[in-house]
């Protein structure tokens, strides 16, 4: 009886250890609850999470007792690495990666949201050396500025030859941080902050041959995390050309669902931009009919994704049904944004209708097709021509 009981106990004490895995405690802790440009006090924070169109989305609230809060955030299991932000001040937020374990935030005054201090799991140790590089830089340049202004005097500072001295010591700078970040990042390539970071604070500065050695730099361990996907996408928007990768964009599926571009790959794709408020547009529909009927009767490897520029959904879906658009196997997607779409912004999109015929290892075969030079390229694609 003893030995039953005992493997009971052992067996909850490790279901709950696994639990424990996966679950996110955040405990804060608020010296001064005060705001900066109001005389209100903080009463209520909210964990939020950046969504795909980079908004900020609450996914869980909290009251401040006794200058105290907490979230706990369950984790299914694989769940990715991400950094929320917590809001409910009115100067900023306070920026934390969500991971297994217990993470612990002291913030001195409420009224400077960005002097938090996040402790306590890897990634957000990780990001708090990450940081302490800039802080480092930062301090390197406030010195070598400081002993320029005591050798020559406030006054040169503010004149050309003291402002042109003040740029250089600036870039100098700005450049041996950039190096000593990246050569952090590479050091830790396996974690999410690394493409996180590229993307966000280093890799705009480059040009593209440097973002791809950057994006190359990410262990394959990353291949699969929102951040490597994002950072790759950036890098291939950077020179959309025929022969090379697209990014992989989100397409949200009129069904409700959502799917990436790569999911696609093993096909040729025709993906197609377009709106039913767009004249010219409607005027291409009958060319789509034909290449969907001709593509179907050779049971060819060949989709048609129709992406919508619509920013009202009864428009968009009358319009696939109008147009006799809504056929089996014909994908129609719409984020319903209009020209505030992302997946037209990483396409390069600036005028509708705009065809891109994509080949089966997602690289692009042409990016201005319509008409009958539309129908006439993809039928010799279908007749097993390139």
């Not at 106990?9 to 696994?18: F, K």
């Not at 937020?93 to 960005?114: H, K, S």
């Not at 593209?208 to 291939?236: C, I, Q, T």
Request: glycine residues 8%; hydrophobic residues 40%.
């Amino acid at each position: 009886m003893l030995y039953r009981i005992f493997i009971f106990i052992a067996g909850m004490l490790c279901l709950s250890g696994i639990k424990a895995q996966n679950v996110c405690v955040i405990d804060a802790r608020i010296l001064k609850d005060t705001l900066r440009f109001t005389s209100q006090r903080i009463e209520k924070v909210y964990l939020t999470q950046v969504d795909e169109y980079d908004r900020l989305v609450p996914v869980d609230s909290a009251l401040l007792q006794s200058g105290r809060f907490r979230f706990e955030r369950m984790l299914p299991e694989g769940a990715p690495r991400l950094m929320y932000f917590i809001t409910g001040f009115d100067n900023g937020q306070i920026p934390v990666f969500v991971e297994p374990g217990n993470v612990n935030i002291l913030l001195r005054d409420g009224a400077y949201p960005g002097g938090a201090r996040v402790t306590g799991t890897e990634t957000n140790e990780l990001y708090n050396a990450y940081k302490a590089i800039s802080e480092k830089c930062t301090q390197a340049q406030n010195d070598s500025l400081r002993i320029l202004s005591q050798r020559y005097g406030e006054k040169w500072m503010d004149e050309e030859e003291g402002m042109m001295e003040r740029m250089r010591i600036g870039a100098a700078e700005l450049i041996e941080c950039n190096a000593e970040r990246i050569r952090f990042l590479i050091a830790h390539n396996d974690s999410p902050l690394a493409p996180l970071m590229m993307q966000r604070e280093i890799a705009y500065m480059l040009d593209k041959r440097y973002a791809e050695w950057l994006l190359k730099s990410l262990s394959p361990v990353l291949k699969d995390h929102p951040y490597y996907r994002s950072f790759g996408n950036m890098v291939r928007a950077q020179d959309l050309k025929v022969g090379g990768e697209l990014p992989d964009i989100t397409i949200p599926l009129i069904e409700g669902t959502k799917v990436n571009l790569n999911n696609y790959r093993g096909k040729y794709v025709l993906l197609d931009f377009w709106a039913s408020w767009c004249a010219p547009c409607l005027k291409e529909i009958p060319n789509l009919i034909q290449i969907y009927d001709e593509a179907k009767a050779k049971n060819a490897d060949f989709l048609i994704v129709s992406f919508s520029l619509d920013n009202k959904e009864k428009a968009w879906k009358d319009a696939i049904v109008a147009k006799g658009m809504d056929k089996p196997g014909w994908i129609h997607g719409s984020d319903l944004l209009g020209w505030g779409s992302p997946a037209a912004r990483l396409m390069g999109v600036s005028a509708i209708p705009q065809t891109i015929l994509i080949d089966p290892e997602g690289k692009a075969v042409s990016f201005s097709l319509r008409g009958e030079e539309m129908v006439r390229r993809i039928r010799q694609i279908l007749s097993g021509g390139l």
